[in-house]
């Protein structure tokens, strides 16, 4: 792990993390971010217990904060080219609240409807 970049965790058995992470990845051309299929990695690299990490995208900054969910992807997207003017809105407080608040609408339902169940020879 690189300690300059901060270090965004994926859950590599869910199609919505994976296509997620993706799509990050594609939007850091500055390779300001890191990328970890959370299933490959001990708990102890976690930077929130597994439990914690498994409700949203986790992310360790390169100063050692932890982030979970709509944060984590807000921060994320502020570090690349094109993200960075939506993050810069998502810090307002309104938007920031609804965001976070969809954010969690949309984890909750993806483990209850499984949306992240994908075959495969599709990975």
Request: glycine share 6%.
């Amino acid at each position: 792990m690189n300690k300059s970049r901060d270090m965004l965790f994926y859950d590599g058995d869910c199609g919505m993390c994976r296509r997620t992470a993706a799509v990050l990845r594609a939007l850091d051309w500055l390779h300001r971010l890191e990328f970890q299929d959370m299933t490959a990695v001990d708990d102890a690299v976690l930077p929130v217990p597994r439990e914690r990490a498994t409700q949203g995208i986790p992310m360790r900054t390169r100063n050692g904060r932890a982030f979970v969910g709509f944060p984590a992807v807000r921060r994320a997207l502020i570090q690349t080219p094109l993200g960075a003017l939506p993050a810069c809105a998502m810090y307002l407080p309104g938007l920031s609240h609804l965001g976070a608040a969809v954010y969690r609408q949309i984890a909750t339902r993806r483990r209850r409807d499984h949306a992240c169940a994908v075959p495969q020879d599709q990975r």
